[in-house]
């Protein structure tokens, strides 16, 4: 066996001879202590060893109170039906997440799109889509008007697109102290083809005024109280976004109707921006002369602090800020994590890199916890707003438990954080580099 590590190597050995000392050489760094799952910052590198289930090659450049991520992703206990193999973390609303490997398809099958609730949707069996109504009003409105799908479908043209929507809470799992709500890890984002007709298209029928600012949306679902004058979630977008060709009131994903519990019949997406935009279950849109004003536009909701805030700050509702378009970030979708790879072969990896409103630029991968990264290949993207592809082919040195870490930068020079990035109080824009385990044996 080649020995390209000796530091790494020494280090081994000195556990042999002294773990106590070379517990406090690796470990004893200035970092904060992650603790919610087990692994405590002082965990020896035996004890890690011996959880991995093998040496660590480079484990003199794994961040102190790393946990592995053979250790952080947990199986799947529930299943939803037509969501097969996706997450449940909750059931009343039901929310659900997609395994990073079950995300390796470029355009995201029905099945494995995400699903995130606010309240009770609408009952399935009575959705009547010659039935359903779209009313386009708000005091920006100049010819308010009530549209069935079926007028939709006559009047305007149709568009498709592939967009990528990615709940702004995806990651809030990895926030220290932990932040309420769905403890997303890294699968609240789907990018599926959407087809319907672009939304300006129809506001310009409607007339919009030119005090216009904003859009909001409402949808036929329920508030969780079952109270029938509150919404579960009315947000929107600025004109701007409204009006860019790519935002669509779509009745199909993927050739198909689009699943009941991502917003069948019809639903508004916005691509690139809060998953929280894109109104399910679509029957009202409103042109606003102010920013809209509906449930969970206003902070803390989907808001993060205008300026970076110490973890657990209690900050005051006017120093935050509405989100708009999602930072830079990146999946690795194959292999699944946690497989063992026969030493000597080039693994291929790969995974889809997306920007927010901007496009990715590069994808870099590691092997070394982030010492040293490499170029990977990187796809353009379909359309706007839609997520690209990277692959890479990685060499192994030596057996032992590694990690694939990917790392995106966007056209501005943005590159993700390999660490959880600033905290904030409702856990938003997690863009941290995703990470998997493999052995190499
Ligand atoms: N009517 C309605 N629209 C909604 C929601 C909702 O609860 N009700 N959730 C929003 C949020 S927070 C997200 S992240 C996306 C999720 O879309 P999906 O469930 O199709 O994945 O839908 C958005 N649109
Ligand atoms: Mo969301």
Known sequence: MTRKLPPTRGLHELYAEDPQRADRLLWDRDVDPVTRRGFLKRS????????????????????????PAALAQSDEPFTLQGKEGLTVLNDRPINAETPAHLLDDDVTPAERMFVRNNGIPPVMDAIDVAAWRLEVAGESCVTPTTFSIAELKERFAHHTYQLQVECGGNGRSEYVPAASGNQWTTGAVACPRFTGVRLRDVLE???????????????????????PNRDPISRGVPMEKALEDESLIAWAMNDADIPYLNGHPLRLVCGGWPGSVSGKWLD?????????DGTKMGAPSYSVP??????????????????QSMPVKSLVTFPKSGITHALGEPLTVRGHA????????AVHVSIDFGATW????LSAAPNRLAWQRWTSALDFPEPGYYEVWAKATDSQGRAQPMVVPGWNPKGY????CHRIAVQVA
Not at 205 to 227: E, N, T
Not at 312 to 318: A, H, R
């Open 374 to 377: 490499q170029p990977a290949e």
């Open 306 to 323: 205008k300026h970076p805030v110490a973890p657990g700050t209690d900050v005051p509702l006017e120093d935050f800020e509405t989100i």
């Open 44 to 67: 020896s590198l035996l004890a890690m060893a011996a959880a991995v289930g093998a040496q660590i090659p480079f484990a003199d450049r794994m961040p102190g109170g790393l946990i």
């Open 354 to 361: 997306w920007a927010g409103d901007l496009a990715v630029e």
């Open 284 to 292: 009202r849109i409103v042109i606003r002369n102010r920013k809209h």
């Open 429 to 432: 824009l997690n863009n941290a």
């Open 205 to 227: 029928a409607c007339g919009i005024a030119d005090d216009a600012v904003y859009v909001g949306y409402y949808g036929a679902d329920a508030h969780a109280s079952g109270d």
